[in-house]
């Protein structure tokens, strides 16, 4: 079974960037699809970006199309998210895990972008 480690996150001012990252323990990663997901304080867990197995096509959800990019190292274990122009509004609890059925939660990492 997978288990799933996200860090990266931390304070940041509107218009700065962060680089999450998403390490996954278990021989069988790179047979997930794998996205990034977040949780906003009162807010239900949205999608935020997915990519493929092999890494080759990508989707973002509207609201962060253009600032962030997915990618992932599957010799690492590895799945990362870059966020560009961070809004206020990015601020949230990241999650990375399997798609489309998710395995277990990890602990996610807390952004906090200040206007």
């Known amino acids: 079974q997978v288990q799933l480690v996200e860090s990266g996150g931390g304070l940041v001012q509107a218009g700065g960037s962060l680089r999450l990252s998403c390490a996954a323990s278990?021989?069988?990663?790179?047979?997930?699809?794998m996205g990034w997901l977040r949780q906003a304080p009162g807010k239900e867990r949205e999608f935020v970006a997915g990519?493929?197995?092999?890494?080759?096509?990508?989707v973002y959800a509207d609201s962060v199309k253009g600032r962030f990019t997915i990618s992932r190292d599957n010799a690492k274990n590895m799945v990362y998210l870059q966020m560009n122009s961070l809004k206020p509004e990015d601020t949230a609890v990241y999650y990375c895990?399997?798609?489309?059925?998710?395995?277990?939660w990890g602990q996610g990492t807390q952004v906090t972008v200040s206007s």
């Open positions: 895990n399997a798609r489309p059925t998710p395995i277990p």
């Open positions: 278990g021989r069988t990663f790179s047979s997930y699809a």
């Open positions: 990519i493929i197995k092999g890494g080759g096509s990508t």
